[in-house]
């Protein structure tokens, strides 16, 4: 890729994030009227939600950078250990006529 097409990649980013923008502010407004906001809260209320937006875009774009994938893959390799070794502890039970019965 060269110099032209990244700086086009990044023109057309930026065009679309200013649409979502613009998307936002309309369901912010949308959101503001449903809520009932009260007059002298209107001009405010704008600007506190798009400051919570910001705030939780950021908290999880770093949850999601923090998210490791080979942690992720251990944790599922956890649990599929302890299920084989359920599945072998019910399978020991059902042998032994009296712990069936009681399970």
């Not at 072998?88 to 006529?97: H, S, V, W, Y």
Request: net charge neutral; glycine share 4%; no cysteine.
């Amino acid at each position: 890729m060269n110099y032209g097409q990244k700086q086009i990649e990044s023109q057309e980013q930026e065009v679309q994030k200013q649409f979502e923008d613009i998307e936002l502010q309309k369901q912010i407004g949308e959101l503001i009227k449903i809520a009932k906001v009260r007059p002298e809260k209107r001009d405010k209320a704008p600007h506190d939600l798009n400051e919570h937006i910001y705030a939780a875009r950021k908290f999880a774009g770093n949850s999601r950078e923090q998210l490791n994938s080979q942690k992720h893959n251990d944790f599922f390799d956890d649990i599929e250990k302890s299920a084989r070794r359920l599945i072998a502890a019910i399978e020991r039970m059902d042998t032994n006529g009296y712990a069936s019965l009681l399970f």
